[in-house]
């Protein structure tokens, strides 16, 4: 079983819709989680960063931590063409090591 | 803004070869990282590197080594290059300033032949 999970899509939405992207992980050590966005051909970039359980909003953007779940979620509101990316979640524990486990990321695709 | 660049965006190698990938970042950051990016997979780490000289694996270090002999630079080696190497190659680095946050470089499409 791999330790991040998360479901690869593609997922196809239309402009306005509210998306929901979603990761599952195995390993309860897990204190750090973060959600990156990847253009085709580029580096992934840091959109949200959460410590621990709870939730976290910037923007159009929220975050949410389940740690009793060991589930995590980014919520789009508003979806626009722009947001069409690969979006990937990570996660480390807070061990002091920076090991940062990627989940295999889920293509987003909002259409016009 | 940080910039993490990488020497190469395409390189092309042949089986056996012994292949250099190059990281350099701008910002003192004092913690860097090789992943590689296969579909279905995602970003898997192969190795990071706390301060100058000091390494550590990651989870698929096979077939790969590393080199930081200065703070800004990164160095990922193929030994012998292999074509289940054949990958996209992505450095990244992290500052204790910037608390989680790993800067990426655009990447190296390697296709080993």
């Known amino acids: 079983q791999k330790e991040v999970e998360q479901d690869p899509g593609p997922l196809s939405v239309p402009e306005g819709a509210i998306v929901s992207l979603n990761c599952t992980y195995s390993?309860?050590?897990?204190?750090?989680f973060m959600w990156y966005r990847q253009y085709s051909r580029k580096g992934p970039e840091l959109l949200m960063y959460t410590y621990s359980s709870g939730n976290k909003e910037d923007g159009r953007f929220t975050a949410q931590v389940d740690k009793s779940s060991k589930y995590i979620s980014l919520f789009i509101r508003d979806s626009q063409p722009s947001d069409s990316a690969t979006y990937l979640c990570a996660m480390r524990d807070g061990s002091g090591t920076y090991k940062y486990i990627f989940g295999t990321g889920t293509r987003l695709k909002v259409l016009a | 803004d940080v910039k993490v660049t990488q020497s190469s965006r395409y390189l092309v190698k042949r089986t056996g070869e012994k292949v250099f990938l190059e990281c350099v970042q701008d910002?003192?950051?004092?913690?860097m990282f090789w992943y590689r990016q296969d579909p279905g997979l995602g970003l898997r780490l192969i190795y990071f590197?706390?301060?100058?000289?000091?390494?550590e694996k990651g989870d698929i270090p096979e077939g790969y080594s590393v080199s930081r002999e200065k703070k800004e630079r990164f160095s990922l080696i193929l030994e012998s290059a292999s074509t289940n190497q054949t990958s996209m190659y992505l450095c990244a680095s992290r500052g204790d300033r910037e608390g989680e946050k790993l800067f990426f470089g655009s990447g190296t499409q390697l296709s080993v032949l």
């Open positions: 590197s706390y301060d100058v000289k000091m390494k």
């Open positions: 910002m003192d950051h004092e913690n």
């Open positions: 390993n309860s050590a897990f204190q750090y």
